[in-house]
Every structure is written in structure tokens, then in C-alpha cells.
């Protein structure tokens, strides 16, 4: 089963270059210059999620994302902003070549560490030369708790099967890679779906180590500034790559929706969400948040470009 998802999603990046490469000549053979859309989404982060967009090269990038409690007790602790399991994460990203960033992050859950990598093969073009953006992001992120946080720093293989095993420093590893597709249908609507595949290197007996999900996410322009913003983020129930006998320890679905403001240099996204990571592999594996119980959390994004 993973040989033929892992086919399937060669073969669409095969087809989509080839299709890429088919529209951007006319029939004489001469390639016709078409510029990029202007401004398919306000920044590279969507809520939880990657946009394709990169800025401009040799331009940094800071980025805070933060999330409070839930707000499941209302006023007794100010809907979640005093409640415990608030979550930050730090990052900055370089735009090293043109359509390609690579950054660093630090997120306060597991006191976790993150390299990414984020690379726009694609854009869509104001003639529709070609229809949509194509995007490929990857990040790899380093659990940074005490040994002693994984199960007394022995861990075992799946199905209960094998010795325990001293815990070793590639346990730790988590990865994290999608293919994101997008298009900005006009001035007001832009709209991106993606599939991603999430490793863990080790996890307890009762979970798995891989997980694929597929992802929708979108903005609704309002004012030059403003727009509504959405995500929703579903990891899929592949009894193929399980390694569970019964769906116990399934993750949620995550849904969010907010208002973002933006300028030329900033933007600032305020949201309400149901899970509490904010590295994808965290949301895709562990989120067990239920937006049909009203389980959310009000958090932010703020980035800030500098171009050099």
C-alpha cells in the first residue's frame, strides 16, 4: 500500500510538470512570458497550514504562532488566554533561491526544534499559462523532553512485539512532507488543497508511526486588509500502513477559521482551532480535540518580512 500512494503521488508530479511544460508553449514552439498572480494569499502560513507562497529572494521572515487553553471553561479562566496547554513556537525563514526557503523553529510543546524546507515548483499566472500554484513542503522536528518522558526511556516495537530497547537520540525524530496545490480564482476567493504524509521514528505500543492526510484550506477577501480565513485537516484511516488491530487512538480532524489583516510586510491572523500543536506532524498524529464537542482554541500567527 505505501509503494502505491508513494506511486500515485510521483506519478501526479510527473503529469503535473508535463502538463506545466505542455500549456507553456504556444503552436509554434516560442514559450509565452506570463507573470505570476499577484498575491494568492498575504503570507506562507494559512492558521496551521503552508501556503505556496514565498516571498521575494534574500527576504527573512519571523514568525510567532501562539495558542492558548480551550475554552471549554468559559469566563473562569478568560476562554483559554489563562488555562494551561498554551503553545508558542518561534521560527524565521530565508528565502536562499527564488521560490525556495529553508527555516528554523523552536515550538514550546515537547520543547521541540523544527528544520523546513518549502519550495514552489509552480506558480499560477495571470493568463493562466498555468492554472495553479504547486508547492512542496517538508520539515523534520527533534522531541526535546527529558529521556525519561518516553516510558522510563525504553521503547518497543509494534504489536507488541521484540525487547524493550534503550531510547536512542534518532527516536526522537519526527518528519513531516505535503504537496500543496493552489489557485486565487479571483480578487476575493483563493483556495489550496494538499495531501501529506507524517512519520514518527517512535511512538507508544498503542499508535502508529505514519500517517497520511489530506488538508483543505482557504482565504475570502473582505477589504484590501482583511479576509476570512479556514483550515481543515483530516488524517485519513488507512488499515494498510496501521499498526493497530482497532481504531482506539485515531487523531481528530482539525478545523479552524479566523480573520486575518495584512499589510506589504506583516500579517496577523487571529483564529479559533481545535488542535493544540502547532508543527503538522503534531496536528496530523496526536490531536484528539473534537470540533463537534466545541473543543477549540483561540490563537494567532504574526509574520514580519525583511528584505535584504
Do not use: C
Request: charged share 20%; hydrophobic share 40%; glycine share 8%.
Amino acid at each position: 500500500m505505501k509503494k502505491n500512494i508513494l506511486f500515485i503521488i510521483l506519478f501526479s508530479m510527473i503529469s503535473t510538470i508535463s502538463f506545466a511544460q505542455d500549456v507553456a508553449t504556444d503552436t509554434t514552439g516560442v514559450k509565452e512570458k506570463d507573470k505570476p498572480v499577484r498575491s494568492p494569499f498575504e503570507s506562507g502560513y494559512l492558521i496551521d497550514a503552508q501556503t505556496t507562497v514565498i516571498p521575494a529572494v534574500n527576504t527573512l521572515e519571523a514568525v510567532i504562532q501562539h495558542k492558548f487553553g480551550p475554552i471549554e471553561n468559559g469566563h473562569s479562566d478568560l476562554w483559554g488566554i489563562y488555562a494551561p496547554g498554551t503553545n508558542i513556537r518561534l521560527g524565521l525563514n530565508y528565502v536562499i533561491l527564488k521560490n525556495f526557503q529553508v527555516g528554523v523553529g523552536i515550538t514550546k510543546k515537547n520543547m521541540t526544534p523544527d528544520l523546513n524546507a518549502k519550495w514552489t515548483i509552480f506558480n499560477q499566472t495571470r493568463k493562466n499559462t498555468f492554472p495553479v500554484a504547486v508547492a512542496l513542503y517538508g520539515n523534520m522536528a527533534i522531541d526535546g523532553r527529558n529521556t525519561s518522558a518516553f516510558e522510563s526511556g525504553q521503547v518497543r516495537e509494534a504489536y507488541h512485539r521484540g525487547l524493550y530497547e534503550r531510547y536512542k537520540s534518532l527516536d526522537r525524530l519526527s518528519f513531516f512532507s505535503e504537496l500543496i496545490i493552489g489557485r486565487k480564482f479571483n480578487d476575493w476567493l483563493s483556495l489550496q488543497a494538499a495531501v501529506s504524509f507524517t512519520h514518527y521514528n517512535s511512538v507508544g505500543v498503542l499508535y502508529d508511526h505514519d500517517k497520511i492526510g489530506v488538508h483543505f484550506n482557504g482565504r475570502i477577501k473582505v477589504s484590501p486588509q482583511g479576509s476570512i480565513i479556514f483550515n481543515y485537516d483530516a488524517p485519513l484511516k488507512i488499515k494498510e500502513i496501521s499498526e493497530q488491530h482497532e481504531w482506539t487512538n485515531h487523531p481528530k480532524p482539525n478545523l479552524a477559521f479566523g480573520y486575518e489583516v495584512s499589510t506589504s510586510t506583516h500579517a496577523f491572523q487571529i483564529y479559533m482551532g481545535t488542535a493544540n500543536g502547532l508543527l503538522p506532524q503534531d496536528n496530523m498524529m496526536w490531536n484528539q480535540n473534537d470540533f463537534t464537542k466545541h473543543q477549540f482554541s483561540i490563537g494567532f500567527n504574526i509574520t514580519r518580512l525583511w528584505g535584504f
